[in-house]
């Protein structure tokens, strides 16, 4: 067989990646939060229909070792379109006296992403100096309480009379 020069061989298609299958499959998939615990996909499904709301699927997040719902669900709308009428109707919708939550679902991160390595420090990598000499100690970034120690410092130099006339009867009561 002989190939023509400007004709050239077909080339192979790339391999997906996880995003990009995450891209394909879960475009339209809508994140639902803070359920009561005995809520099923069958509830689920029910309460889009009453509203006339399409879902191509519906998945209750379940333990699997006890099958008690974790309290959270997806649901796969079949467009955009659908996926935002969805969030609009469920986001901050109450039900037994809890506000749910609807929000695009966000990719699942790569198994093992958030974990350590045994013996290792605690977030070694993300204080670890890049210009530090190897085996030196990691830098400590300032945690939340310091951050506030500072909020505190930054009031001590309020002045410290009564804000209001309200504060001011208040402190003379005191």
Known sequence: MRVLPWISPPKPFPN???????NDRMSYTVFLGNLPL???????????????????NVKVIRNPETQESKGFAFIEAPNQEE?????RR???????????????AQPPKP???NKAAPGAAPNASATASPTAPAGAPPTQRP??????????NRSAR???GPQSAFAEELAKAL
Request: overall charge neutral; glycine content about 4%.
């Open 16 to 22: 997906p990646t996880q995003t990009e299958l995450f």
């Open 38 to 56: 005995w809520v099923t996909a069958d509830d689920i499904k029910s309460w889009l229909a009453a509203d006339n709301l399409v879902a191509d």
């Open 83 to 87: 996926m935002n009428s969805i969030i």
């Open 90 to 104: 469920f986001d901050r919708a109450p039900l037994e006296e809890r506000l749910l939550r609807a929000n695009p």
């Open 111 to 113: 198994k093992g992403a």
């Open 143 to 152: 945690d939340r309480d310091n951050r506030r120690a500072g909020a505190k």
């Open 158 to 160: 309020r002045p410290q």
